[in-house]
C-alpha cells in the first residue's frame, strides 16, 4: 500500500475512554504531522515530528499524546476527551518540512 | 482578524461555468500561497502553489496572487461534477509547514 493510511477510519468514544489513533506512511518522508479539522474551521497544526523527533506542539491539551517510534508511524493517544474535541483528525508526511504535504483520509472522532 | 478569511460556502455552479475561489489574507509577510483540494471522506491534496506575486496556470486551473490587496484566487474553467469537493487555501511566510496558515475551506458543488 502507497501514501498515507490512517486507522481507524471512524471512532466513537466516551469521554473517560482511551483509545490511539494511528497514521503510517509509505513514501519514505522524514517528517509526520498531526492536524484537527473542524467543520468550517481552517485546520490546526496540533503536532510535528521531523526525524522522530517533536519539533513542534501547538498548545494542545494533554488529553493528546502523540507519539513516533520511528519515521513511518505516528500515534495519536487520547484520553478523557471532551465533546469539543470531536473533529477529524488528519496526519500528513513530508520529504522535509520545507516539501509538500501528503495527507492520509483521516479518522473521524466522536465523543458521547 | 482572522489570519485567513475564506468564504465557506456553500458555492454550487453548473457544468461548464467559471469558478471563482478566493481568500484573503492579513499577514504581508506570506511568499507561499497553496491551493489544497479535499474530496468528501478524503484528505487533502496539493493542487496549486505560487510563490509571491503572479499568476500560475496548470490545466483548467489557474492561481492568481495579489499581495498589494493580500488576495488570491483560484479559477476553475469549463467546471466538471468531479471537481466538486472542499477547496482550502493556505500560505506561510517561508515555504515551511510549521508556519502554514490554512483557510477554513469553500465547499464547491458543480452540477452536471
Known amino acids: 500500500e502507497t501514501g498515507v493510511t490512517q486507522t481507524p477510519r471512524h471512532l466513537v468514544m466516551g469521554m473517560t475512554n482511551k483509545k490511539s489513533l494511528k497514521c503510517e506512511q509509505h513514501?519514505?518522508?522524514?517528517?509526520m504531522y498531526w492536524y484537527k479539522q473542524s467543520a468550517k474551521k481552517p485546520l490546526e497544526l496540533m503536532f510535528v515530528y521531523s526525524l522522530e523527533e517533536r519539533v513542534e506542539n501547538n498548545s494542545v491539551p494533554s488529553r493528546f499524546s502523540p507519539e513516533c517510534p520511528n519515521s513511518s508511524h505516528l500515534f495519536l493517544h487520547l484520553h478523557t476527551l471532551q465533546p469539543e474535541d470531536s473533529a477529524l483528525y488528519l496526519c500528513a508526511s513530508s520529504q522535509d518540512n520545507n516539501q509538500p504535504q501528503h495527507f492520509g483520509d483521516g479518522t473521524r472522532l466522536s465523543i458521547l | 482578524q482572522k489570519e485567513v478569511e475564506q468564504d465557506p460556502g456553500p458555492l454550487s455552479v453548473p457544468e461548464g461555468a467559471i469558478v471563482s475561489l478566493n481568500c484573503t489574507y492579513s499577514?504581508?509577510?506570506?511568499?507561499?500561497f497553496m491551493w489544497y483540494r479535499q474530496y468528501s471522506r478524503k484528505g487533502p491534496e496539493l493542487l496549486m502553489y505560487?510563490?509571491?506575486?503572479g499568476n500560475k496556470e496548470d490545466g483548467r486551473f489557474t492561481a492568481q496572487v495579489d499581495k498589494s490587496s493580500k488576495y488570491i484566487s483560484l479559477f476553475i474553467r469549463d467546471s466538471q461534477p468531479s471537481d466538486s469537493a472542499t477547496y482550502l487555501c493556505a500560505m506561510s511566510e517561508g515555504y515551511n509547514n510549521n508556519d502554514m496558515r490554512f483557510g477554513a475551506g469553500t465547499r464547491l458543488t458543480v452540477k452536471p
Open positions: 513514501l519514505g518522508h522524514n517528517a
Open positions: 505560487t510563490y509571491s506575486s
Open positions: 499577514n504581508s509577510a506570506f511568499q507561499y
